[in-house]
């Protein structure tokens, strides 16, 4: 048999409140009854008092008691002023107690019934008594003559049963007012209780509970972030997925999303009032993928926000974008060489075989050279790998990569806060943007580096198409080897044999200028470009997510280069290069102490 299903919260409590509510309406009822019934007992000694102690004090009294007949004096008077004093029954006797007056004149001349000793004593004395008109409230008082000798006694009193007719009549009133406030008590509890009847959809207190202990497990089992808005955007709700993410502490609960100091985007979409799905956002240390919605119910209730850390989804896609441009340049090198290698055969088969090894070897002597030239400066083989690809990149794209002379990186030299993925997301970043900048369609007549600044590479440079805007002594040009034959000879043979059109062509060919060098105290990645460069006054707006020059859906690259270098505790600066263009430099520390780790 199915077990019947427990009364809901709100029905348990309804009938809890209606019980108590009934509980202290009776209460307060029996309360006020015995209250009454006291306060009117004491009101009808008090008035019996009054009326006694008039009676006793009135000298008519006195002269009547004196007089021959004193009922046919006093009976008439006291009836007056029984009627007049509200007051039951007025008996004037003699001290032993025989009556002169009795509201019944059958009782006239009969013993009193009640307590007269100590008014015999000349004292006036109150009890409840029964007597001929059954129990009653009642009062005796001493009669005294002008010596204070006491010559009669007088008793008034208030039947009980006047005393419960007005008592009853108070009750009457108290019961209505009581059954009035449990019918409005009822009525209120009712209301509140079907308020809160559909604010927690009929479950009862054991539903509740396990409710909670699930919701409680589900946010802490969550690895993403969760975070919950009242509709004054304060944290009404956030679990420890979140609070890592976003690097809060165990206070963050009713903070305003505008306190908690996080970057000007991520808190405009928290504080938004728009639905949004799988927007990015970056922090000092993560990048994270953030929607809101929006919870609603007959006005707005607060917004529901789920937070994905996508750190390390980003920069595995920034390495994959860098292996697919890899792969792109391998292919055309590997295009160029079958042309060189078809070159190579003709010339065989022309007899002119000296022209053919020549032709071979000054290739192979220029890559060769290119390559021990960047292994030899920079140690670490993950740097050496990327500039080397990012060289055959830039080669396809037309722009001329430099490794300057001071750049050296010696292997083992990176401390371990230092990963090679950071430093692949920041160079490869920097050196992306230089190229795409610097191979960007530039107006008509406006060259690529200033005018009159071109030098002939000095002994022992290598350079694929001559050298541009005053390289450095010895730089590198990582061209690669689509320079063609021209340059690779003029490059094997030195800077005597380079001629003044190649100088030409260098100046008008974009560039990139790599630094890569390890000091004693940190780790210097400086890039600078031939292209547009940026205004002015966005040498800090250009590390914003979003801020691009090349249109809508761009700008995450320098905002990354800015999150890596701030994980190793370091800094990156934007300046015009001078050749024109943008110059970045990145500063981290090699020191444990300078490090933030």
Known sequence: MRTPRPRSLAGQLFAMQVVLVAA?????????????????EETARRQTTATATAVADHPSVVTAVRSADPTALLQPYTERLRQDAGVDFVVVMTPDGRRWTHPEPGQIGHVYLGHIDE???????????????????????????GSGRTVALVSAGITIDKISEQLGKQVTALLGMAGAALALGGLGTYLVNARLRRHTHGMNAAELSRMHDYHKATLHAVREGLLMLDGQRRIALINDGARELLGLGPDAVGRGAGELGLPPGLTGALLGSEPRVDELHLTADRVLVVSTQPVVGGER??????????????????????????TQALRAQA???????????????LGRVDEAVEFATAELELAQV????????????VLAALLLGKAAQANESGVELVLTEDSRIDDGVLPPWLPARDLVTVLGNLIDNAVEASSAPRPSGTPAAPSGTAAEPSPGAVAASGTAAEPSPGAVAMSGTGSGTGGATGAGAGGGAATAAHVRAAVARPRVEVTARADRDELVLRV????????????????????????????????????AAHRGGG?????????GGAEFTVRLPLRTSEAGT
């Open 571 to 579: 800094t990156v600066e934007a300046a015009r290069s001078p050749y």
């Open 119 to 145: 008014a015999r004593k000349g004292r006036t004395v109150s009890e409840t008594y029964t007597g001929t008109l059954g129990p009653s409230v009642r009062t005796v008082a001493p009669v005294r003559d």
């Open 24 to 40: 202290i309406v009776g209460g307060f009822a029996l309360f006020s009854y015995v209250m009454d019934r006291t306060q009117a």
């Open 528 to 563: 600078r470009d031939t292209g547009p460069g940026f205004g002015p006054g966005d040498a800090e707006a250009v590390f914003t997510r979003g801020w691009s020059t090349r249109g809508p859906g761009r700008g995450l690259g320098l905002a990354l280069v800015r999150q």
């Open 301 to 326: 209730r607060g917004t529901v926000v789920t937070l994905r850390d996508h750190t390390e989804l980003q920069s595995l896609t920034g390495e994959l974008d860098s292996e697919r441009g890899f």
């Open 370 to 381: 290119l390559t021990d030239r960047v292994v030899t400066a920079v140690g670490e083989p």
């Open 335 to 349: 295009h160029e060489a079958a042309n060189r290698l078809h070159t190579v055969v003709s010339l065989i088969e």
